[in-house]
C-alpha cells in the first residue's frame, strides 16, 4: 500500500527498515512500527489495525514423506520451521491458550526465509494466513489442520512513541494501512 499511499501524499518521504526483530522506535528516531504480535506494556502508544489469523503449514513433498500432524500432541514428531530461539508456539483450543514446543534443524531471522523453506519442503511453519494466500492458492503449500486447536491468531498494530504530537503524516499513513487491511 506505500506506493499508493505516497502517490495521494507527493511531498512525503519515506525510509522504510524491514526486520522481523523488535525495533527501539524512539533509540532509532522511528516514526511508527508495525507488529504483528502480542504487545508487552511499555511506554509506545499503540492502535490495533486488523486480525492476523495464521495457519500450518507445509508443503505437498514434506506431507507425502512425513504425513500431516492431526493433534497438538503429533508436532514435537514433525520438523517445525519457526523463528529464530522459539521453542513453543501458541495455540487456541476450545477451553484455552496453550503452547505446544516444537524443534527441528532449520530456523531463521525471517518469515520469508521460514516461508522458503517450507515450500522447500524443510518442514512445517506457522505463518500469517495474509502472507501466504498466494502459495496456498497454487498448491505450493498446504494448510495443515488440527483436531483440537488453532494457531494462536495475533493482531496487527501500529506502534508510535506517544500520543502527543504526531505527525499527520504518521496518523494518515495509519488510517490508509487500517482501510487497506480491512479489504
Known amino acids: 500500500m506505500i506506493p499508493d499511499f505516497m502517490r ?9 527498515m524491514m526486520t522481523d ?13 508495525i507488529r504483528i ?8 502508544v499503540a492502535r490495533r489495525l486488523a486480525d492476523n489469523p495464521r495457519v500450518l503449514l507445509a508443503s505437498p513433498d514434506y506431507l507425502e514423506q512425513y504425513g500431516a500432524p492431526t493433534t497438538l500432541g503429533d508436532l514435537p514428531r514433525h520438523e517445525c520451521l519457526a523463528t529464530s ?44 494466513l495474509w502472507f501466504v494466500r498466494d502459495e496456498i492458492a497454487d498448491g505450493r503449500v498446504k494448510v495443515i489442520e488440527l483436531q483440537d486447536a488453532i494457531p494462536e491468531p495475533l493482531d496487527v498494530w501500529a506502534v508510535y512513541p506517544t500520543s502527543r504530537m504526531v505527525p499527520s503524516k504518521v496518523r494518515l499513513f495509519i ?6 487491511l480491512r479489504r
Do not use: Y
Open 85 to 128: 530461539g522459539t521453542t513453543h508456539w501458541s495455540f487456541k483450543t476450545p477451553k484455552h491458550l496453550t503452547t505446544a514446543r516444537i524443534e527441528g534443524r532449520f530456523s531463521a531471522n525471517s518469515i520469508e526465509g521460514l516461508l522458503q523453506a517450507c515450500m522447500g519442503g524443510l518442514g512445517i511453519a506457522n505463518l500469517s
Open 8 to 16: 495521494a501524499n507527493p511531498a512525503l518521504k519515506v525510509d522504510l
Open 37 to 44: 504480535a502480542k504487545l508487552n506494556d511499555s511506554s509506545l
Open 21 to 33: 526483530g523488535l525495533v527501539d522506535l524512539v533509540t532509532e528516531g522511528l516514526d511508527l512500527a
Open 175 to 180: 488510517d490508509a494501512l487500517a482501510a487497506r
